[in-house]
């Protein structure tokens, strides 16, 4: 996974990855007290519940008898069988969910070193290790408190943003390596962004977000591929908006549903501005005087 690194490269970065997991791995050593305040949000404990009932068998409920939409699906598929181990011990299912957590973030700092070194103009020999982007962006992952926060509170956050940089990895090895003309490519992408979709419903604007920067960049010559990309990632997640529509009359999740009535019409123009601009500041950027150096390999 990491051997296009040099050889000290890739010693730190496995270093980061260990204290990643054992930092990660040691909350759930904690008194329940403490394991059900933080990094826990109240919010994680609607799709915790939802997870425990999955694994008794009583399908997509979060009290054991209404169906429910109001969640993000993959996080709670994956906490599933940590549930089923527990064998309805609540409290080490919440344990056990750190080592989901603690995978999450291990694979989240591979890719994204592997990432920041596919897009970084700079060759492992002309500078010293600490001004590395692959070095940075993995360091500041593993000990930036508000990240550890935000993807160990039992919410969908961390998957979510692992997804995304595979998403992006991926895109970027499409637009560096100048094989836009390979459908498959654009497939894969498109499966992968499904996958995301299914991490966070929101990530439906992220397709739509690379599918308008290759219609800008490429005009109609974009179109089969976008094609392609958004099939593939309508089939991947379809199951969620199938079993959305048959059960509750909406493709849009009760939470959803939920927020667009209670919130005022100017703020969420406010917080859709905000996210379509992280979005094309995503898909715009531009490696600049990297367009002709040597392309690094996966």
């Given at each position: 996974?990491?051997k ?10 496995y ?13 759930a ?5 403490k ?9 994680a ?18 009290d054991?008898?209404?169906p ?11 906490y599933?069988?940590?549930y089923?181990?527990a064998?309805?011990?609540?409290w080490?299912?919440?344990r ?7 995978l999450?973030?291990?694979?989240s700092i ?6 920041l070194?596919?897009?970084s ?5 002309e500078?010293?290790w ?7 962006g993995?360091?500041?992952?593993t ?22 940089l595979?998403v992006t990895?991926?895109?970027?090895g499409?637009?560096?390596?100048q ?11 498109g499966?992968?962004l ?5 991490a ?11 599918g ?6 490429r005009h ?9 990309m ?8 379809s199951p969620?908006?199938?079993y ?11 939470s ?6 209670a ?12 996210v ?21 390999g996966?």
């Amino acid at each position: 996974m990491l051997k296009s690194f040099a050889p000290k490269s890739r010693k730190i970065l496995y270093v980061l990855i260990a204290i990643t997991v054992i930092s990660r791995l040691v909350l759930a050593f904690r008194p329940e007290a403490k394991l059900a305040s933080r990094p826990y949000l109240e919010d994680a404990y609607y799709a915790f519940n939802t997870a425990y009932h999955l694994a008794q068998g009583e399908g997509i409920t979060a009290d054991g008898t209404h169906p429910t939409n109001g969640i993000q699906p993959l996080i709670v598929f994956l906490y599933v069988p940590f549930y089923a181990i527990a064998d309805g011990d609540k409290w080490l299912a919440l344990r056990l969910i750190f080592i989901l957590i603690a995978l999450l973030e291990a694979a989240s700092i591979i890719v994204l070193a592997k990432l920041l070194k596919r897009l970084s103009c700079v060759e492992e020999e002309e500078v010293h290790w600490w001004q590395k982007p692959w070095i940075i962006g993995p360091a500041m992952w593993t000990f930036l408190y508000p990240l550890i926060w935000h993807h160990t509170n039992g919410l969908e956050t961390g998957l979510y943003a692992l997804m995304i940089l595979v998403v992006t990895y991926v895109y970027a090895g499409i637009r560096i390596d100048q094989e836009e003309e390979r459908a498959s490519r654009w497939i894969v992408l498109g499966a992968l962004l499904g996958i995301t979709v299914l991490a966070r419903i929101d990530a439906v604007f992220l397709v739509g977000g690379i599918g308008l920067t290759e219609l800008i960049r490429r005009h109609t010559k974009a179109i089969p591929h976008m094609i392609l990309m958004a099939a593939a990632a309508f089939v991947i997640s379809s199951p969620w908006w199938f079993y959305n529509f048959i059960n509750f009359g909406s493709f849009m999740p009760i939470s959803g549903q939920s927020q667009s009535q209670a919130s005022v019409l100017g703020e969420n123009l406010i917080r859709s501005a905000a996210v379509l601009a992280d979005i094309a500041s995503t898909c715009f950027c531009r490696s600049g005087s990297c367009s002709s150096r040597r392309h690094y390999g996966s």
